[in-house]
């Protein structure tokens, strides 16, 4: 696979997954909304945990498509490396996108694992959606 090959196929993961990030941000946001006519309605314990039980979905889905992106950077940067190892030209694109990511030949193929800064948000938000349906509410005046 040339250079050109492996930053076009690249792109269109990124592409994909572009559209797999709206779908969960479309996702959490219609959690959010369940979570808050939940309260609303003062769900039963049952109600609460089958709401919980859907807002386990967005996390999860976002964990996986954070985990695509991650294995997509990594994997492109260990194939321009792979070039490079046999020789071939590359541009000075691809050195600064092999410096950058940080990932060669050296390191293997990646796992499909995210990176910790997409954990902590999705920890995060998941926090949220716990708080939100289980949560006390306060007393009102």
Known sequence: MTEFEI??????IYINNAIYTIAVILMTALSFYLIRRSRELNFPVYGKAILTLFCSFPIFFGLEVASYFSLNQKNTSFQ????????????????????NIGYTVADGPAALAPDLPFLIIYATIFIMFIVGIWGKLPESN
Not at 80 to 99: D, F, H, N, Q, R
């Open 7 to 12: 930053f076009q196929l690249s792109n269109q």
């Open 80 to 99: 321009l490396s792979e070039l490079k190892e046999m020789g071939t030209p590359i541009s000075t694109v691809a050195e600064c996108y092999i410096t």
